[in-house]
């Protein structure tokens, strides 16, 4: 596609319509992410997203608007997985699973009655651009709103609560409630990402653009923003990428937002790797109490070693106490007069 | 210090905590006064963990009642006055959170819904990080921290909140040396600011001279309570030397060896 067709594509009211549709699931999807990714729970929208499957089905049969009945049926479904994950009963894990296949094969199934063939259904399972009308782009922008303004709102009590809910009890939070507001607000995020990138890629734009995101933060506000940026920009990037493919093709908007999405984890890996091996060189070794000067041993005494230790001898130079040490082939250098103890 | 007289902060009576339809606390009394620094020791299984849990109100209880500063423990709303640190390996979770961010946590029991922190909300957390020496690592990623100083962390977010009453599960299990003198030091400046401390602890090692009161738990109930034992009396499971009583008679064989020969000091 020529940059004037793109141009020309832009300027129409469905892409606008996607477009902003876009930018605000990006944002919205991996601030909520964050806290599942916080609670160990990543795989938790991929399982809301299976069971509003059989939301749109029944929105499908009934003739009333898929979304609304995808919002109610994956409301019920995320409170409900609220609900076993906290009894704790025996197997956690495989009643989600059973929760998880039930909601895609009763939607299917559900589907097939409504005499609706496997297309309908593709554009809710993969995102469609050109399905949006103007009322389901407000219905998205005010969702969007709504989730940002819970999470950002309640950062504090959310992290409180997503990192410790025992500690979080004692100091008077009530952690029930909080664990289901975080519940239900992934389940209005997945049906919010529904039409751009589809119920079975939705669970990939929260939890990707924060595994991209803690590659390089330190804190969790850095890895927040960092992944609404990460999702917003692979939410519009991975639309346009979607449009500007020729137009005998059908490519759903779903998978080039999430191949985006992974491709951008997947240049700040290295990275993440590079920083993390650097920090953990850097960490001081702990100064012990029977660091005695008995422990005095004397690095290659047989001369077998002439280099120099200096700022820039390209060894690792390691805080230990009040010197440092230089680390050389698996053991650690101290400067000491003429020659190097071994630490 | 121990305190015969003062106003007590913890009364329980008659706790009996069933999890799972065993009762794993019985009957238990215990008052902790004003200022106190009480041990709650005791082998693995004991119900020193659940007691402590039983009386923060994270277990519900079977049978009786405590009484957290005169209010029952599930009427209690002054959250800011206990602080709690649960056992527990590791600070870090699924995202890098920074020392600060974890510690602030605590202070969220004396801040209001919304409101952003105020001067004395920052004063109170770089006292907190400052109280458990991680002043230098405030805005290091708790990932990276060892084990000992994660440990640490958790104990500046209890602090953080400013709270007269301590509860802490373990604080010293798996900890460097470094770490365990750097919690001895800062529990002693909580001490030492009037706090009243319950800790459980296996064993004290560096922070044996903290302690006011020992109170040793064994089967589900409290089996002592009073000054500080020497290690080898909480235990007791060392068995003394002489000659074992034997139940049965030895029916040996020219070149058997008698087991009670054999063996030393076993369980």
């Known amino acids: ?343 | 210090m121990l305190n015969t007289a003062g106003t007590p902060v913890v009364e329980a009576r008659d706790v009996t905590v069933t999890l799972g339809g065993r009762p794993v606390l019985r009957g238990n009394n215990l008052t902790v006064r004003e200022g106190e620094f009480v041990a709650l020791m005791g082998a693995n299984g004991s119900g020193k963990s659940t007691l402590v849990r039983a009386l923060t109100g994270l277990l519900p209880l079977t049978q009786g009642s405590v009484l957290l500063f005169g209010t029952a423990v599930g009427d209690f709303r002054a959250r800011h006055r206990i602080g709690y640190v649960p056992q527990r390996g590791t600070a870090a979770g699924g995202v890098p959170a920074n020392v600060r961010e974890v510690v602030a946590s605590g202070r969220l029991t004396r801040r209001g819904l919304l409101r952003p922190t105020s001067r004395a909300d920052r004063a109170a957390i770089d006292d907190a990080i400052g109280v458990v020496g991680l002043s230098a690592k405030a805005s290091d990623s708790v990932s990276t921290l060892s084990g000992g100083q994660q440990q640490r962390v958790l104990i500046a977010r209890a602090l953080a909140g400013e709270p007269d009453l301590f509860f802490l599960d373990e604080p010293a299990a798996g900890v460097d040396l470094p770490s365990q003198l750097a919690l001895a030091d800062a529990l002693r400046i909580l001490s030492e600011r009037g706090a009243s401390v319950v800790l459980v602890a296996h064993e004290l090692g560096p922070l044996e001279p903290l302690v006011d009161r020992a109170v040793v738990m064994r089967g589900g109930r409290v089996a002592y309570d009073g000054p500080p034992l020497p290690q080898d009396d909480v235990h007791g499971h060392h068995h003394p030397g002489g000659p074992a009583h034997d139940h049965a008679p030895h029916v040996g064989s020219p070149f058997d060896t008698f087991q009670s020969q054999t063996r030393e000091g076993g369980r």
Not at chain 1, 74 to 92: C, F, M
Not at chain 1, 144 to 158: E, M, S, W
Not at chain 1, 188 to 196: C, H, K, Y
Request: charged share 15%; glycine share 10%.
């Open chain 1, 1 to 343: 596609m020529s940059p004037v067709e793109l141009l020309d594509l832009l300027s129409r009211d469905f892409m606008q319509r996607a477009l902003l549709a876009a930018l605000f699931t990006g944002l919205a999807a991996p601030a909520i992410g964050t806290f599942l990714v916080q609670r160990r729970l990543a795989l938790l929208g991929d399982g809301i997203g299976h069971v509003a499957v059989t939301g749109v089905a029944l929105g499908l049969l009934t003739g009333t608007s898929p979304t609304w009945t995808a919002v109610v049926v994956a409301i019920l479904g995320a409170v409900l997985i609220e609900v076993i994950r906290e009894q704790g009963h025996t197997n956690g894990d495989v009643a989600l699973a059973l929760l998880f296949y039930g909601g895609l094969a009763g939607g299917v199934l559900i589907t097939g009655l409504a005499g609706q063939g496997a297309n309908k259904l593709q554009a809710y399972l993969f995102g469609s651009i050109t399905s949006l009308s103007d009322a389901d782009v407000w219905f998205t922008l005010a969702l969007a709103v709504v989730i940002l303004a819970v999470t950002l709102g309640l950062l504090p009590r959310l992290f409180a609560v997503a990192s410790d809910p025992e500690f979080a009890k004692v100091a008077g939070l009530r952690v029930r409630f909080y664990n289901l507001l975080i519940a239900v607000l992934a389940a209005i995020t997945v049906t919010v990402a529904m039409r751009t990138v589809g119920l079975l890629l939705v669970s990939a734009l929260m939890i990707v653009p924060v595994a991209t995101s803690q590659q390089m933060a330190r804190s969790f506000r850095t890895t927040l923003a960092g992944a609404m940026a990460v999702g917003a920009v692979a939410a519009v990037g991975g639309l346009l990428i979607a449009a500007s493919f020729p137009a005998n093709t059908t490519v759903a908007p779903g998978p080039t937002i999430v191949l985006l999405a992974l491709a951008m984890f997947a240049a700040t890996w290295p990275v993440g790797v590079w920083l993390r091996r650097r920090s953990r060189l850097a960490e001081p070794f702990p100064i012990l109490t029977d660091d005695s000067p008995d422990d005095h041993e004397v690095g290659h005494a047989d001369g077998e070693h002439l280099h120099q230790h200096g700022d820039d001898c390209g060894h690792p130079a390691v805080e230990h106490g009040d010197h440092v040490d230089y680390v050389h082939d698996g053991h650690r250098h101290a400067p000491h007069g003429e020659h190097y103890d071994e630490h």
